[in-house]
């Protein structure tokens, strides 16, 4: 079993940026994919980004040129940078690995 533990999330102003933590424990060797997920109030859970193990990345259109996806395979935490937020940024936040796990969440608002 994996557990996920996401944190950083906060309220921030539009144009700001925040940096989201996913810290993975127990059998973190199956984590071959890595990917996070957004849900905004009303609204579906969407992914919005992954980054598997040999490097490659993937963002949906409406994150893609304002968030990064990375790791740090030392501490078993992957991150996602945001950046220029804006207010439909707002949601819950999820990593997740398919099949697998989800964290808690946390949550992004972003004012304008």
């Known amino acids: 079993q994996v557990q996920l533990v996401e944190s950083g999330g906060g309220s921030v102003q539009a144009g700001e940026s925040l940096t989201l933590s996913c810290a993975a424990s127990?059998?973190?060797?199956?984590?071959?994919?890595m990917q996070w997920h957004r849900q905004a109030p009303g609204m579906e859970r969407k992914l919005i980004a992954g980054?598997?193990?040999?490097?490659?990345?993937m963002y949906s259109d409406l994150v893609k040129g304002r968030f990064t996806i990375s790791k740090d395979a030392a501490k078993n935490v992957w991150y996602l940078q945001m950046n220029n937020l804006q207010p439909n940024d707002t949601a819950i936040y999820y990593c997740?690995?398919?099949?697998?796990?989800w964290g808690q969440g946390t949550q992004v608002t972003v004012s304008s």
């Open positions: 997740n690995v398919p099949n697998e796990s």
């Open positions: 980054l598997i193990n040999d490097g490659s990345t």
């Open positions: 127990g059998r973190v060797d199956l984590i071959q994919i």
